[in-house]
């Protein structure tokens, strides 16, 4: 006679955005980049040489479009997608200046952006619906590999309506101001 099989229930760690905050805190991710996506760790690639470059263009040049505005670029930070996510971006344009410990609110951004020399994929894809379900008005994916930026705007049920190619080069409206950035 055949027993009925039971399998084993799910015995994965999750966590909440404040448990990962705290071991963040606590030093358990020192000397990692590591991003916590439906309340599962996941650990990131270090960029490459070109990555660092790129980002540093592009803070640049969202520096110079906000100059004189009440907008704040940042760099490098947290976004707190919901209470189980936490994801890092390359760029943001928020719409005041925020506190230094705590990651940026959905609601304060105009812009994320994902410089992508390797991450394509996941940017494209799993960042894009994070980001669009979020709330994010506009997402740009700095594609290095193919010299364009992927324009995303519009969130609408969690996607973007707007999506948008544009060669490096050609100018891009910054929102939340009247100026234009041309990347490349």
């Given amino acids: ?90 760029a943001a344009l928020a719409h005041r200046p925020l506190g230094d410990r705590e990651p940026t609110r959905p609601d304060v951004l105009l812009l994320v952006v994902e410089v992508s020399e390797t991450t394509q994929a996941r940017d494209l894809s799993l960042k894009r619906l994070l980001y669009a379900a979020a709330g994010i008005p506009t997402y740009w994916v700095v594609d ?15 996607d973007y309506a707007d999506i948008r190619t544009v060669r490096f080069g050609a100018p891009l409206p910054v929102p939340g101001t009247d100026g234009q950035v041309t990347l490349g």
């Fill in 144 to 158: 290095g590999a193919r010299a364009v930026v992927h324009i995303h705007a519009e969130p609408i049920d969690g």
């Fill in 1 to 90: 006679m055949n027993l009925p099989v039971r399998l084993a229930p799910d015995t994965r760690a999750r966590f909440t955005a404040a448990e990962f905050l705290r071991m963040g805190e606590a030093g358990a991710f020192e000397g990692m980049k590591v991003e916590l996506v439906a309340g599962e760790l996941e650990r990131m690639n270090p960029p490459l040489g070109g990555h660092s470059t790129r980002q540093a263009m592009v803070i640049g040049a969202l520096w110079q479009a906000a100059r004189g505005s009440s907008l704040t670029v940042l760099a490098e930070t947290s976004v707190q997608v919901d209470d189980s996510t936490i994801v890092a971006c390359d």
